[in-house]
Every structure is written in structure tokens, then in C-alpha cells.
């Protein structure tokens, strides 16, 4: 693991490695919130389950907040390493060839996303723990709190422009992880590439749905 985190290639492979591990994590959490715009009781009983089974509460989420907080220091580590490899900028910026500009800035669509991070946390996870382990007391339902919480339009605002940037992230960092696992034969890479494609536009589309939805059924 040490030996890993000291080349570039390590630390690519582990990074990538931590990002598929999360982009399955946005399948589920989109799973389950998705839930909400089908059936009250359906998404109180599932967030229920969330929130009290010790296997997800104790061992899942931990495991997801480790993989979280490595994916971006990581990401930050790379980027840091990347440039003062090249400290000289060149003359004329590379934005022909395979290179997009979304992959040259990974780091500012990550960053954005680490503070949305945060105020999400604040919004959904930090209200749960109080519940759960604090002792707060909250007369209304996870799906009440949902929807209180999407009243606001700035709110659903900011959440949409974040999944908007999440998609751009997702665009490049999809098929990124495959090849820095090693999935570069030219036989997979075409069906990574529309893979991805379709992750990183029907997953943010989804979370937006989520958010919109919660927004105009008040
Ligand atoms: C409309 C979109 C979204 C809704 C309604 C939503 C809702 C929630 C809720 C209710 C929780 C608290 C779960 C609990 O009770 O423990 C939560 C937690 C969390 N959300 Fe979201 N979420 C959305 C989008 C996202 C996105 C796009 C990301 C990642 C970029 C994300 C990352 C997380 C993380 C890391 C947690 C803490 C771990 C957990 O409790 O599962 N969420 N979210």
C-alpha cells in the first residue's frame, strides 16, 4: 500500500480505484432517493433501514467516507505532483489531441463538488446523526425533511448547478478509471467510452429529477 502511494502509477491506479468504488455509491444513493418521488412511505421506510441497519451504519458508511476523503486528498496529491513536474507552463495550451479541458481540470470540477459535499452534509447527514446519536428530536419524517429542505429555490438552484458540474466530472473521470486500472484495449475502450457517457449524463439527470421534483410537488 506504501509502495502504491509513491509512484504515479500507484497513485493512479488507487485513485481510480476509489472512484469506482464511489461511482457505485451514486448509483445507490441515487437509487434510494429516487424512491421519493414514487412513494412516501416507500422512501421513509428505506431511508429507515439506512439509517439503523448496524451493517451500513457501522461498516458501509465509514468505508464510504474513507473512500470519499482519499478520493479527493488524492486527487489534490496528483494534481499538486503533476504540476511542479512541469513548473514551466507551456507557451501554447494543449487543448487539441485526446486532451479536453474538463480533463485538464479535473481538480476545479472535484473541488466544486467537495464543497457541495459539504453543505449536503450538512443538509441530510448531519440532521440523521443528531437523530440518530445525539438525541435531536424531529417531528417530521425523512421524506417531509426532504421535501422541507427543497422548498427553498436557491437550494435546488445550487444543487442542480453542482449535479450539472458532478456530469462534467463524471464525463472524463468515468473512462479515466477504467484506463488507470489497465482497461485500455481498444476492444473495451469504445464500450467504456459510451458507458460513461450515459453514467454521467443519466445519473446527475437523476439526482436532478430528485431535486426538482421535491421542489414543485410542495
Ligand atoms: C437530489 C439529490 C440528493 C438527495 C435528495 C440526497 C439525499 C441524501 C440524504 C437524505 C442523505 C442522508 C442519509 C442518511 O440519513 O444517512 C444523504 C447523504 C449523503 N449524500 Fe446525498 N443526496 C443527493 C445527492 C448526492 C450527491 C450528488 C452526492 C455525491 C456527490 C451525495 C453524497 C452523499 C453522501 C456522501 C452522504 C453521506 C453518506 C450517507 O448517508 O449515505 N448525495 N444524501
Not at 412513494?39 to 433501514?49: G, P
Not at 481540470?105 to 453543505?119: D, P, Q, R, T, W
Request: glycine letters at 6%; charged letters at 10%; proline letters at 3%.
Amino acid at each position: 500500500m506504501a509502495g502504491l502511494t509513491q509512484s504515479t502509477i500507484g497513485r493512479k491506479f488507487l485513485m481510480a480505484l476509489s472512484a469506482m468504488f464511489l461511482l457505485i455509491f451514486l448509483v445507490i444513493h441515487l437509487s434510494i432517493n429516487l424512491i421519493s418521488v414514487f412513494s412516501e412511505e416507500a422512501f421513509n421506510s428505506a431511508s429507515e433501514f439506512m439509517g439503523t441497519n448496524p451493517l451500513i451504519q457501522f461498516v458501509m458508511q465509514p468505508v464510504l467516507f474513507v473512500g470519499v476523503i482519499f478520493h479527493f486528498v488524492m486527487g489534490f496529491v496528483l494534481e499538486i505532483k503533476n504540476k511542479s513536474a512541469r513548473p514551466v507552463k507551456y507557451a501554447v495550451a494543449n487543448n487539441s489531441g485526446n486532451s479536453t479541458w474538463m480533463s485538464r481540470n479535473m481538480i476545479i470540477s472535484g473541488a466544486f463538488i467537495l464543497v457541495y459535499l459539504f453543505i449536503h452534509l450538512a443538509d441530510f447527514w448531519i440532521p440523521t446523526i443528531s437523530k440518530n446519536y445525539l438525541g435531536a428530536v424531529h417531528a417530521e419524517s425523512d421524506f417531509q425533511h426532504l421535501q422541507e429542505k427543497f422548498q427553498p429555490l436557491w437550494r435546488v438552484v445550487l444543487y442542480v448547478i453542482s449535479f450539472i458540474l458532478l456530469g462534467l466530472h463524471l464525463s472524463h473521470g468515468f473512462q479515466s478509471s477504467f484506463q488507470s486500472i489497465g482497461a485500455r484495449h481498444p476492444k473495451y475502450l469504445k464500450c467504456v467510452n459510451t458507458l460513461g457517457t450515459w453514467y454521467s449524463i443519466l445519473i446527475p439527470l437523476g439526482f436532478i429529477v430528485v431535486a426538482v421534483f421535491h421542489f414543485v410537488t410542495q
